[in-house]
């Protein structure tokens, strides 16, 4: 068998071709015989392979010429080449994203658990003043140091005095240069009690909606805004395109509390009216569950049960907001005469204005006629919590965790 070394031109059947006209004759450029022109079982792309990975044609040739005299029969063998190391996409390694995180007054032990809760969260303050006419006198401190950092603001709109000064600082922070810019407003407390129903009704809900969507947009993009539990469905429809709302719920702190029930294999969910089960049922379709509604009877606005079977079991009411409570007390009142063991109540808002919390008394583990045997309350409403804090049957379940994870969206 003739080797490449000895091979003659027609030893591959064709004729050296020439020289293609305006190529260089040059002897460094002209095939040796030491070179091993490719066979048809060697693939072309060998020697390219090689090439680019050896530092060009030179190393090439000089890496086959080696190759034919070490293997002992002349044929070319392209070498092993090493494969390429693949770049690890951005997203196959969770991130995390420090955040500086500014307050309200009233948000500031939410703020201090939402800062224990994650290291990445770093606490700022706001100096909150007025000037002697009553108007905001605000200051943000550090203003330089933030530049390109990501940026959030745990807002309460509690009562319209305290909107204005607020809407002051959110709309001031995303100019700052910063690389993001979240708004964490907890409960949208407008249109809680509005019904759009004759010519001249004004839709405050859909006004205070049009602010938050006029918040100016940072480096990032548009500013993100975190609402939990929102009233009405529409509402979430009421934002522009200029910001991101992200609608969270507090529904799975109280699963979460649920579970460590004694009796938690027994609970029954039940909904006051039609609206709190279309709002609710999809996250708590695992439970049993009644239905109640309201029917007018001369005056009066009656509590009853539409559907469900609440005997013999722990019933938690679930709704979103509770203001006067007087149809959270009705439902109580028609579920122990059904025969409950137990009522209990939930809701995220705990607004209670006039102090109407008073009404709410602990069972005493005397039965559901006396009063409820437990009522979870999230904290997005400051006042509240520090009026029922330590009051049975008030059980305070902390947005606190949802809230350091929506931060890190």
């Not at 022109?37 to 044609?57: D, Q, Y």
């Not at 809900?205 to 918040?215: E, G, M």
């Not at 089960?277 to 439970?287: A, E, I, M, V």
Request: a neutral charge; one cysteine or more; charged letters at 20%.
């Amino acid at each position: 068998m003739a080797t490449a070394a000895s091979a003659s031109p027609g030893a591959f059947g064709a004729k050296t071709p020439a020289p293609a006209r305006g190529l260089s004759t040059h002897p460094a450029l002209t095939p040796s015989p030491a070179f091993a022109w490719p066979s048809p079982r060697t693939p072309a792309c060998g020697r390219s392979r090689a090439s680019l990975h050896l530092g060009g044609v030179g190393a090439a040739s000089r890496s086959s010429r080696s190759a034919a005299a070490g293997n002992g029969t002349g044929l070319h063998v392209p070498p092993t080449i090493a494969p390429l190391a693949v770049p690890k996409m951005a997203g196959s390694m969770k991130s995390h994203k420090n955040v500086l995180l500014f307050y309200c007054e009233e948000m500031r032990d939410l703020a201090q658990q939402v800062v224990a809760r994650n290291d990445d969260i770093e606490l700022r303050s706001i100096s909150w003043r007025q000037f002697p006419d009553g108007y905001p006198n605000l200051f943000i401190s550090n203003a330089h140091n933030i530049r390109g950092q990501h940026v959030a603001f745990l807002a309460s709109f509690s009562s319209p005095s305290v909107i204005f000064e607020q809407l002051s600082v959110i709309y001031n922070l995303p100019k700052l240069f910063i690389s993001s810019f979240t708004l964490i407003l907890p409960f949208f407390p407008t249109g809680t009690s509005e019904r759009m129903e004759d010519e001249g009704d004004v839709a405050t809900a859909f006004t205070l909606a049009r602010f938050l969507s006029n918040i100016p947009i940072s480096r990032g993009g548009p500013s993100s805004l975190v609402i939990f539990d929102i009233h009405a469905l529409q509402e979430r429809f009421y934002f522009g395109d200029s910001v991101l709302p992200c609608f969270e719920s507090g529904i799975p702190l109280l699963k979460s509390r649920l579970q460590e029930l004694p009796d938690s294999h027994n609970i029954t969910i039940a909904f006051p009216d039609d609206g709190a089960w279309k709002r609710f049922y999809k996250q708590l379709q695992h439970f049993p569950m009644v239905v109640c509604n309201k029917v007018r009877e001369g005056e009066q606005r009656i509590v009853r049960i539409k559907e469900g079977d609440p005997r013999g079991r722990h019933v938690v009411i679930v709704d979103d907001l509770v203001q006067s409570g007087g149809t959270l007390i009705e439902c109580q009142k028609v579920l122990a005469a059904h025969g409950a063991a137990k009522v209990s109540a939930y809701v995220t808002h705990g607004i209670f204005p006039n102090n109407s919390w008073e009404k709410f008394q602990h069972d005493n583990g005397e039965g559901p006629e006396h009063g409820l045997s437990h009522f979870w309350l999230t904290d997005s409403c400051p006042l509240t919590v520090n009026a029922v804090k330590g009051r049975r049957p008030f059980e305070i379940l902390s947005l606190a965790g949802p809230i350091a994870s929506a931060l890190q969206i």
